[in-house]
């Protein structure tokens, strides 16, 4: 049965406005395979799949499921053919518990159009169990956490005959152990003979749980590998098309004095007592799982949230923050984990974007924008950072997701701080994207600024810092050297054991 296809797709054609999504492209996967669908943004991987769950209708091109010609014009024809995904963005009503999520535009009244609360309870809890979810069905959706969000999206895409579930970037807001969990969970469907489409931008993931990997790139399929037969190299290669070279850049920058002190900041029993140093010039990692106190203790910093305790000093002078306008001020910069609701105005131009932190630099005295003046600096900026953007007025919804973060960093970049504090700054972005932004990253660095990277990527953490620290509940738990730096020590750390 494994070398049975349940999914075929042949020569799917999808266009935009005459501008080709995706290009004759034939996708197999195997019945109880997990199967990785890799490329870097706009390669087609969501319009392939948004095609195969019925979100939008294909030009031309067949697809079979379990052998059969099948069409999809809509979600409810995907789930009668056995098809359920996962979006990055999740689709749950947060008034609503976990079960009547899960049950969400099921019939699930009795005789009298009275809904059986114990039997939708009592279906939800055998859901959960058999998926070893630790959920309890009775609890808002609001009320939990964004991992425990996820499995509930998972619960309910599993309720029904699912023999295809599409996974679109399922790590992107968990950490480490959360992320294992998930692993098991993709385990046991694969072993009940679901088969699972894996998207996602975290390569050491895709070599971990994966079976096969096809790479799109601008719209076409450029091939699929048996994982165990391949290598990280060649699949970036396919992805970016060319030779990939070091993924993370020499380290060639110099540290220098003592930028950044941080001495037992605390709030409440979020952050516990909390010290450390940055110098100038250095890459400070900053790892942990969920919930350890990593982004709580960036905001005390940034003066985004009020600190019960503690203090910090600048180049050894010590200063005040209440407000990001005072970090700012003192040459503190925070580039936010989530970058659509803190990082960038979406809705706004690059433009604005770019030099909103810094506005009066390039404002007159009756208040008049120095047009000619701000459109030099934010053309500086966009080659500096090489943003794939055709003009400064372009909308940042309209870029992609690396460029938005491009845009992101800009804003900060441009106001010359003397530290920059960096939270998951390549989530849910390509490889590509990933590798030019761990190069601004060093540039930063070479240039004597002191960064500060949060990520949940050991992977980048130990290739991109020259030291790293790791908390958990709240406290640091250790400080590891580039000679100690491993996954092994972080995760025991992470866990609160001794190294």
């Known amino acids: 049965m494994q070398d049975q296809f349940i999914v075929e797709m042949r020569e799917i054609n999808k266009s935009f406005g005459g501008i080709h999504a995706i290009k004759n492209v034939s996708l197999e996967v195997k019945k109880g395979e997990v199967h990785?669908?890799?490329?870097?943004?706009?390669?087609?991987?969501?319009?392939?799949?948004?095609?195969?769950?019925?979100?939008?209708?294909?030009d031309s091109g067949e697809i079979r499921i379990g052998g059969q010609p099948v069409d999809i014009h809509n979600s409810h024809d995907a789930k009668e053919s056995g098809v359920s995904i996962i979006y990055q963005?999740?689709?749950?009503?947060?008034?609503?518990?976990?079960?009547?999520?899960?049950?969400?535009?099921?019939?699930?009244?009795?005789?009298?159009?009275?809904?059986?609360?114990?039997?939708?309870?009592?279906?939800?809890?055998?859901?959960?169990?058999s998926v070893a979810f630790r959920l309890n069905?009775?609890?808002?959706?609001?009320?939990?956490?964004?991992?425990?969000?996820?499995m509930t999206e998972i619960a309910k895409a599993l309720n029904g005959n699912?023999?295809?579930?599409?996974?679109?970037?399922?790590?992107?807001?968990?950490?480490?152990?959360?992320?294992?969990?998930?692993?098991?969970?993709?385990?046991?469907?694969?072993?009940?003979?679901?088969?699972?489409?894996?998207?996602?931008?975290?390569?050491e993931e895709i070599f971990k749980i994966s079976d096969r990997i096809s790479v799109l790139k601008d719209g076409q399929m450029m091939g699929t590998k048996k994982t165990k037969e391949t290598s990280l190299n060649e699949i970036i290669t396919l992805m970016i098309g060319r030779e990939m070279g070091e993924l993370f850049p020499k380290r060639t920058n110099k540290m220098k004095e003592t930028v950044l002190e941080v001495k037992n900041i605390a709030r409440d029993q979020v952050v516990k007592d909390v010290s450390f140093t940055l110098k100038e010039g250095e890459i400070l990692g900053v790892a942990g799982l969920i919930g350890a106190g990593k982004t709580e203790t960036m905001r005390l910093i940034f003066g985004a949230d009020k600190k019960t305790g503690g203090e910090i000093l600048l180049e050894g002078e010590k200063v005040k923050i209440n407000s990001p306008v005072q970090a700012v001020k003192q040459g503190i910069s925070y580039v936010p984990e989530n970058r659509k609701e803190h990082g960038v105005l979406i809705k706004m131009p690059t433009k604005v974007n770019i030099t909103m932190p810094d506005i009066g630099h390039y404002t007159g005295p009756l208040?008049?924008?120095?047009?000619?003046?701000e459109n030099k600096a934010v053309?500086?900026?966009?080659?500096?950072?090489?943003?794939?953007?055709?003009?400064?007025?372009?909308?940042?919804?309209?870029?992609?997701?690396?460029?938005?973060?491009?845009?992101?960093?800009?804003?900060?970049?441009?106001?010359?701080?003397?530290?920059?504090?960096?939270?998951e700054p390549t989530r849910g972005v390509d490889v590509g994207a990933k590798i030019e932004i761990y190069k601004i990253i060093?540039?930063?660095?070479?240039?004597?600024?002191?960064?500060?990277?949060?990520?949940?990527?050991?992977?980048?953490?130990i290739g991109m810092s020259d030291r790293v620290l790791v908390m958990h509940e709240g406290e640091i738990s250790g400080e590891l050297n580039r000679k100690e730096l491993s996954e092994h020590n972080i995760m025991k750390l992470a866990v609160g054991q001794k190294v």
Do not use: C
């Open 36 to 58: 990785a669908l890799v490329g870097e943004n706009g390669a087609g991987k969501s319009t392939l799949m948004k095609v195969l769950s019925g979100a939008i209708q294909k």
């Open 89 to 129: 963005e999740f689709a749950l009503a947060s008034e609503l518990t976990v079960a009547e999520n899960i049950f969400l535009g099921e019939d699930i009244s009795g005789k009298k159009a009275f809904v059986k609360w114990n039997v939708l309870y009592k279906k939800a809890q055998d859901l959960l169990d």
């Open 137 to 150: 069905p009775k609890e808002k959706v609001k009320n939990l956490s964004v991992a425990y969000q996820q």
């Open 162 to 203: 699912v023999k295809i579930l599409i996974l679109d970037e399922p790590t992107a807001v968990l950490g480490p152990q959360e992320a294992e969990k998930l692993f098991e969970v993709i385990k046991t469907l694969k072993e009940s003979g679901v088969s699972i489409i894996y998207i996602s931008h975290r390569m």
């Open 367 to 373: 208040g008049i924008i120095k047009n000619k003046e």
């Open 379 to 423: 053309w500086d900026m966009i080659n500096q950072l090489e943003i794939k953007v055709q003009n400064p007025g372009v909308i940042v919804e309209n870029l992609s997701g690396g460029n938005q973060q491009k845009v992101s960093l800009a804003k900060w970049i441009s106001i010359n701080s003397k530290v920059i504090i960096l939270d």
């Open 442 to 461: 060093q540039r930063l660095a070479n240039e004597g600024m002191g960064v500060i990277f949060i990520s949940s990527e050991m992977m980048e953490v």
